[in-house]
């Protein structure tokens, strides 16, 4: 467990990798303490945001979720909100990873030792594909993983809505051809390695920049740390995400949204959901949480 000290010596050995990014237009990438790359937490990254939203999305709009609904409104946000700069993230680690093609060779499907690129051509194969990426155990995201598994925890009737999104993540990327740009909006990472963070640090910024927020590594030089950025997501869930759902319902729902229902509709979910992975996730569940305001001058 990591000690206020270590956790400043952390943040000190990180001041000369500090990105400042500015918040409405920032990618969001997981929690998790294996980056070693400067990047604004948020548990799960890009996909668990959306995947909040998708829900209050679902609900005040009086929709039922079906994988085609999940796959249309995931394309749409990718490529509406999107691009080579800012890229839509979603992880898992080797060791999540070699458990899939452990299902996939045990279905007799091939022996897989690289994740494939591009969709298999078998509906039989695609459908393996699928299903073991979706299913909660292979997730090497704590966040999603308890999503999937323990989804009462997270305000769900079913596994169902965070499975479709997994499946609609897939159809999209392998959807698109290799050479297509579309490919080099979504940032589909595998981690390394164990996951041996000994503190959350809860990420805010204060000084001569407040439309920018400070990009962290959570890996730096032996430490790790769950960074999570707890201003700058809200800021995000409530002018970016709120602002494009609220326009594509406008367009594509049976009823128009309310921007300030569907943001407090967020809001409380991604509470409910924050609570029960600081609950539940292994190590985080057993660490010391400490607030770090990093401040800027002209």
Partial sequence: MQSPDGVRQHF?????????????????????????????????GDI??????????LNLTGQTLTQELADTVLAAYIKGQFSAKKRFYYHTSDEKLLKVFSTIKAAGL????????????????????LAALSKGENQGCGHMR??????????????????AVVKAFFHY????????????????AILQGPLIGKAVAIVGNQGACPTRVPAISSSAGASQLFVYHADAIDTIRKNTMTTWFVNYA???????????????????LQAQH??????????????NIYGVSLTTAN
Avoid at 48 to 57: D, S
């Fill in 12 to 44: 000190s050995l990180d001041v000369n990798r500090v990105t400042y990014v500015p918040t409405r237009t920032a990618t969001t990438a997981c929690v998790d303490s294996r980056h070693e790359y400067p990047v604004i937490g948020t548990p799960g």
């Fill in 173 to 188: 990327w392998w959807g698109t051809p290799i050479e297509d740009k579309v490919r080099k909006t979504v940032n589909y």
């Fill in 250 to 268: 406008r367009k594509n729902a049976p009823t128009p949204l309310d921007p300030t229902a569907f943001y407090n509709g967020v809001k409380a």
């Fill in 274 to 287: 924050l609570g029960a992975t600081l609950r539940l996730l292994s190590p985080v569940n057993n660490l």
């Fill in 110 to 129: 091939g022996s897989p030792v690289a994740f494939p690129d591009q969709e298999p051509s078998s509906p039989v194969e695609q459908e393996a594909w």
């Fill in 146 to 163: 308890l999503m999937i598994d323990n989804f009462a925890d997270y305000g769900f009737t079913s596994d169902a809505l965070p499975k």
């Fill in 48 to 57: 668990a945001e959306f995947i909040g939203g998708f829900a209050v999305y």
